[in-house]
């Protein structure tokens, strides 16, 4: 373990079928006013909302509603969420749905109180807010699992004008101060919705994995968790219903991005920047945006990589060695990866997702690169990567 670093997850976590029960005593926490955030509709047809509203009322809570908050949301989205938490003075921020509701709520929560333009400074300048800015707390009821929104500071926001998705990971502070996790609530989730978080969760868990070359405990956890969503997802996959399987994909999310696993580790996030891009073009999942991507640049990766690619072939994938070198080791490794996305149904090709040739400067263009992992891409390695994706 060769890095430095500090850790501090101030997140308080309920989790099971029972976990909704906490939310009352957490209200008591915060003041009368509740920004109640949510996103297109599920959780009004799944009966979500009424169980918090009928909680919310009960604590005494005046409740300011911010409906629509859609998937991969918008920097237009954002700015009338601020306005709303201003006009309205809110004291807490709910978030009630899956990632981009979490992520959005914490975006809103560190923009309120920002005077400037807050989209230049904190997502295109990357800055966090200064010590002293007044951030608003969020709390989020999840209902999907995928990206681990729940337990970090990231909030992914889409320039929709500009087609560029941008991400941003602030400090702690924006941390939620509380998450409510109860897998039942995931059950509803589509199946295409489902199969893309999963491979959210494994890809998190591969963009802190495939990096440095020292024996670092982090990548014996992840390999414990890359193991847990591979066995869970078959099982998902085939039963959705399945209440361990859902329950198991549920926590490995949170694990696999709450920042734990990556202590230590320089990191990689150029499948997640790519796939970003793609996202912004397609509209696709943000999911199966990554899983579009990943062969070509795994691929590439596995060389300067290789002892890292063992590795995985061996630990999370069970490859038997015998008489192969380590090239095929490594190759075995990825072609497992490739057979579970296969098996699983995940795209393998940016083209499954809409993108065409056309396409591909532009997502080339918009895509945010920087040295990373075991690989220092430029403009033209993202456009051939695209180009073998297609
Ligand atoms: O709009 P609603 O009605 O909520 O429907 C959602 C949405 O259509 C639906 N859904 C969620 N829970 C449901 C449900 N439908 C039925 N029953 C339920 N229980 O599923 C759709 C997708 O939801 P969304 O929240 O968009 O998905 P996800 O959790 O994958 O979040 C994606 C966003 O998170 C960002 C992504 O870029 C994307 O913008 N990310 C955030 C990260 C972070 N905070 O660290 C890291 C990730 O890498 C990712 O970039
Ligand atoms: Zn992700």
Redesign the pocket.
């Given at each position: 373990m060769q890095g430095n670093f500090s850790y501090h997850n101030p997140t308080k976590l309920y989790f099971g079928e029972e976990s909704l029960n906490y939310l009352k005593d957490e209200l008591k926490n915060y003041g009368a006013k509740v920004l109640l955030n949510?996103?297109?509709?599920?959780?009004k047809?799944?009966g979500?909302y009424d169980q918090v509203t009928a909680i919310l009322k009960e604590a005494g809570k005046t409740v300011v509603e911010n409906p629509g908050?859609?998937?991969?949301?918008t920097l237009e989205k954002l700015k009338e969420g601020v306005t709303i938490a201003r006009e309205n003075d809110v004291d807490l921020i709910l978030a009630l749905?899956?990632?981009?509701?979490?992520?959005y709520s914490?975006a809103v929560a560190a923009s309120v109180f920002y005077e400037g333009d807050y989209w230049d400074q904190f997502w295109l300048k990357q800055q966090n807010p200064a010590q002293d800015q007044r951030l608003l707390p969020v709390g989020c009821i999840l209902?999907?699992?995928?990206?681990?929104?729940e337990m970090?500071a990231?909030?992914?926001i889409?320039d929709a004008e500009h087609t560029f998705?941008v991400?941003r990971?602030f400090d702690d502070r924006l941390m939620p101060k509380f998450s409510i996790l109860n897998p039942r609530?995931?059950?509803?989730?589509?199946e295409n919705?489902m199969k893309?978080?999963i491979y959210?969760i494994m890809n998190?868990i591969m963009e802190q994995y495939f990096s440095d070359f020292d024996d670092n405990t982090s990548d014996y956890i992840s390999e414990g968790l890359m193991r847990s969503i591979i066995h869970s997802s078959r099982i998902a996959v085939r039963n959705p219903q399945d209440y361990e399987a859902r329950s198991n994909i549920m926590w490995t999310a949170t694990w696999a991005?709450n920042t734990l696993i990556g202590l230590g580790k320089q990191q990689d996030w150029m499948v997640?920047m790519i796939g970003?891009s793609v996202?912004a073009w397609t509209h696709a999942?943000?999911?199966y945006a990554l899983a579009s991507v990943s062969m070509a640049y795994y691929r590439r990766a596995m060389k300067p990589g290789l002892q890292k690619f063992v590795r995985f072939a061996k630990n999370v994938w069970n490859i038997q060695t015998d008489g192969l070198t380590d090239e095929q080791i490594a190759e075995a490794g990825l072609k497992a990866l490739r057979d579970w996305m296969l098996e699983i149904g995940l795209p393998l090709t940016i083209g499954e997702l809409g993108a065409t040739s056309q396409m591909i400067p532009g997502i080339t263009e918009t895509t945010v690169i920087y040295p990373a992992g075991y690989l220092n891409l430029t403009k033209e390695d993202v456009m051939e990567i695209l180009k073998e994706s297609l």
């Open positions: 949510y996103g297109s509709g599920s959780v047809r799944n979500i908050v859609m998937t991969n949301p749905g899956g990632g981009s509701v979490c992520d914490k209902t999907m699992a995928g990206t681990g929104s970090n990231g909030t992914v889409t998705k991400g990971v609530f995931t059950m509803t989730v589509p919705q893309a978080g959210d998190h991005l997640h970003h996202g999942p943000h999911g």
